[in-house]
């Protein structure tokens, strides 16, 4: 897959013009989310040596993702931020622009006082950037990513291909899910070529569990419950997090053991965190579209993996049914 040859010239002539570039990923940052960041920031620093280059987060890389180059140089949006002139935003793997949590508190990044590049897959994207690079049939951001540079004709080093690499992985539950197309393995292929780690990448993200992390999901596991509807559904609170010491990022890939359930239509866990209930939907049926679902929440995503917030907290609800045994 190709993008348009116009986007990327337009794109080189705002990064050139650019006397300092900064990245932008969504809260509660998952592998594409992080591996995007880093992967983006490191390629505009090496094409583009003599700018500056920061990377930014409102929540903080999950552990798991520590192994990453660039890992500890992500940091909150500086305060105050830069002057629109010679600042250029990049916006990875954002489906809308609330999902930064700089709408509120900075919505001129939104309403084009600055020039901003926007890379991501999310179909329901509004194309908020100056420049947008949206591809909903990519499997990731960091595919995206990819064929900007390789397109470009940037060098990609094995420190950037191995956090776009992460990005795949995560993305397509190490290459097992639907989502995989031949495209995503051909660019695979060229980031393995280009010096990607992809053992250090699997080995990090699918072949170690912290502790906590797997008390966590134990705990997921244990509260599943199956709905007339054909759902599997498990929720964590506050005091599941606190009881096992897990962090909130500990429960992302927990959802693809609830969604292993034989015979459901789909699955999802509701999480409790900072006043809100965070729910995360999957399926591996064709013939469900989770986004749908999800959208009847405000939230959004994608066919088979959605996901939605809302203000509030969880309550338990315990039913019992009496039967004859006769």
């Not at 990453?68 to 793997?93: H, M, N, Q, S, W």
Request: some cysteine; hydrophobic content about 40%.
């Amino acid at each position: 897959m190709r993008l348009p040859e116009q986007d990327i010239a337009q794109a080189r002539e705002l990064l050139e013009q650019a006397k300092r570039v900064l990245v932008v990923c969504h809260r509660n940052p998952d592998g594409d989310a992080i591996g995007s960041l880093l992967g983006v920031g490191l390629l505009i620093e090496q094409a583009y040596p003599e700018k500056t280059v920061t990377m930014h987060c409102v929540d903080p890389v999950p552990e798991m993702f520590h192994f990453l180059p660039g890992a500890f140089r992500v940091t909150t949006l500086p305060e105050p931020v830069p002057e629109p002139d010679g600042t250029v935003f990049i916006f990875v793997d954002c489906g809308e622009p609330k999902l930064t949590e700089l709408h509120e508190t900075h919505p001129q990044l939104f309403d084009g006082t600055y020039k901003s590049l926007m890379f991501d897959h999310h179909p329901k994207n509004p194309n908020f950037g100056t420049v947008n690079f949206l591809v909903p049939d990519a499997a990731s951001t960091c595919e995206i990513v990819a064929w900007f540079a390789l397109q470009s004709g940037w060098t990609i080093g094995s420190d950037i291909a191995t956090c776009l690499l992460t990005g795949v992985y995560t993305d397509t539950g190490g290459l097992l899910h639907s989502n995989v197309t031949p495209d995503v393995y051909r660019t695979v292929g060229s980031l393995v070529r280009a010096g990607g780690r992809r053992q250090e990448v699997v080995n990090a993200v699918f072949r170690t569990g912290k502790l906590s992390t797997l008390q966590l999901w134990g705990r997921v596991l244990e509260k599943i419950s199956l709905t007339e509807e054909g759902g599997a559904i498990s929720a964590v609170t506050e005091g599941d997090f606190r009881a096992t010491g897990a962090d909130y990022s500990e429960l992302t890939g927990a959802i693809d053991y609830v969604n292993a359930v034989p015979g459901m239509k789909f699955s999802l866990i509701l999480s409790e965190r900072d006043g809100k209930v965070k729910g995360s939907l999957r399926t591996l049926r064709d013939d469900v579209d989770v986004s749908l679902m999800a959208g009847k929440f405000s939230g959004g995503g994608h066919k088979k993996a959605a996901g939605f917030a809302l203000p509030g907290k969880l309550k338990p609800e315990v039913r019992w049914k009496v039967v004859d045994e006769e």
